[in-house]
């Protein structure tokens, strides 16, 4: 059963408590859920709602595109993510993508263009604050990128959001492409979460090949929650590009320590990493050997996903 923290923000949305991510009910909300690849594929995305609710999923973490890279998602179509996505009784991480690889990438947006899209997107969200987070953009920073930029990059955002009147519990992603190699979000994840006038932020690591091995694992959790600080592993997989990951010890420790993942990704995912499907072909009743152990191994989703009572009224 989900525990009681303390009774719900006045604005009745997500909120961070004692280093916990705290639903509008006052309960403590362990994500359980999967990346869905809207600015891809958005004809998908509403199919894929359902299906991977109906599978245990409790939240779901939806790529946005700002128009930098890809098509750019609409106001009116994230708001009609938010109608299925409430229907379906999950919880929605909106994330922009074109961010990916600020630093390394060429053609990458700085994270300070992301704020614009945020901005055009502030009437659709408001009032949402029990449905949904702000990830403010996807694994922002990478290369030459220094620890410092990454502070410096994000602090600002926090305060421009802010500034916009967006109240909801934002997440921010890890350096050396969310997955933090360099030790940049673990080191100065306290003095960010502090920026925020409202204390209101997740962190998000991306565990990939540099977590191949349980030691690696804990002792990044560990961190988190020594420091009391609200951490959730956004992405993972099986493996990365050939390079093993150590999954099992991802879906061990979260449960053991009350960690919420999501993993990566729904389908349609590039050859190269095409055994990151959860499904086969946007398909829902066809899982990939990934999808099995995702959604029904041990420390899976079927074992581990607990809905928020805020679908029902907090009853």
């Given at each position: 059963?989900?525990?009681?923290?303390a009774?719900?923000?006045?604005?009745?949305?997500f909120?961070?408590?004692?280093?916990?991510l705290?639903?509008?009910?006052g309960?403590?909300?362990?994500?359980r859920?999967?990346?869905?690849?809207?600015?891809?594929?958005?004809?998908?995305?509403?199919?894929?709602?359902?299906?991977?609710?109906?599978?245990?999923?409790?939240?779901?973490?939806?790529?946005?595109?700002?128009?930098?890279?890809?098509?750019?998602t609409?106001?009116?179509?994230?708001?009609?993510?938010?109608?299925?996505?409430?229907r379906?009784r999950?919880?929605?991480?909106?994330?922009?993508?074109?961010?990916?690889?600020y630093?390394?990438e060429?053609?990458a947006?700085?994270?300070?263009?992301?704020?614009?899209?945020?901005?055009?997107?502030e009437?659709?969200?408001?009032?949402?604050?029990?449905?949904?987070?702000?990830n403010i953009?996807?694994?922002?920073?990478?290369?030459?990128?220094?620890?410092?930029?990454?502070?410096?990059?994000h602090?600002t955002?926090?305060?421009?959001?802010?500034a916009?009147?967006?109240?909801?519990?934002?997440v921010?992603?890890?350096?050396?492409?969310?997955?933090?190699?360099?030790?940049?979000?673990?080191d100065?994840?306290?003095q960010l979460?502090?920026?925020?006038?409202?204390?209101?932020?997740?962190f998000?690591?991306?565990?990939?090949?540099?977590?191949?091995?349980?030691?690696?694992?804990?002792?990044?959790?560990?961190?988190?929650?020594?420091?009391?600080?609200?951490?959730?592993?956004?992405?993972?997989?099986?493996?990365?590009?050939?390079?093993?990951v150590d999954?099992e010890?991802?879906?061990?420790?979260?449960?053991?320590?009350g960690?919420?993942y999501?993993g990566?990704?729904?389908?349609?995912?590039?050859?190269?990493?095409?055994?990151?499907?959860?499904?086969?072909?946007?398909?829902?009743?066809?899982?990939?050997?990934?999808?099995?152990?995702?959604f029904?191994?041990?420390?899976?989703?079927?074992q581990?996903?607990?809905?928020s009572r805020?679908?029902s009224?907090?009853?």
């Open positions: 059963m989900a525990s009681v923290l009774a719900a923000p006045a604005f009745a949305g909120s961070v408590r004692d280093g916990r705290v639903d509008a009910c309960e403590a909300f362990v994500a859920g999967v990346n869905l690849p809207h600015a891809w594929k958005p004809r998908a995305t509403g199919k894929a709602i359902r299906q991977s609710a109906a599978l245990g999923a409790n939240a779901v973490r939806i790529v946005l595109s700002d128009g930098t890279r890809w098509r750019r609409s106001p009116q179509a994230v708001r009609k993510i938010l109608v299925q996505a409430r379906a999950q919880v929605v991480i909106l994330e922009v993508h074109d961010t990916t690889g630093g390394l060429p053609e947006a700085h994270i300070g263009s992301a704020l614009a899209y945020w901005a055009k997107l009437p659709v969200l408001r009032g949402q604050e029990d449905l949904v987070l702000v953009g996807n694994e922002p920073t990478a290369g030459a990128t220094t620890p410092e930029q990454w502070l410096e990059a602090r955002a926090i305060i421009a959001l802010r916009l009147g967006l109240r909801h519990t934002l921010v992603d890890a350096h050396d492409y969310g997955q933090d190699r360099s030790g940049t979000m673990r100065r994840a306290a979460f502090a920026a925020d006038p409202l204390r209101n932020v997740v998000d690591v991306h565990m990939y090949e540099a977590y191949g091995e349980a030691q690696a694992v804990e002792r990044y959790l560990r961190a988190f929650e020594t420091a009391r600080l609200p951490l959730i592993v956004g992405e993972f997989g099986p493996d990365h590009r050939g390079q093993p999954e010890a991802i879906f061990r420790l979260a449960g053991a320590m960690v919420g999501l990566w990704s729904w389908s349609g995912n590039a050859q190269e990493v095409a055994n990151l499907d959860l499904v086969e072909r946007f398909d829902g009743r066809r899982l990939t050997p990934w999808g099995e152990r995702f029904y191994g041990p420390g899976g989703v079927r581990t996903s607990r809905r805020v679908f009224g907090c009853r």
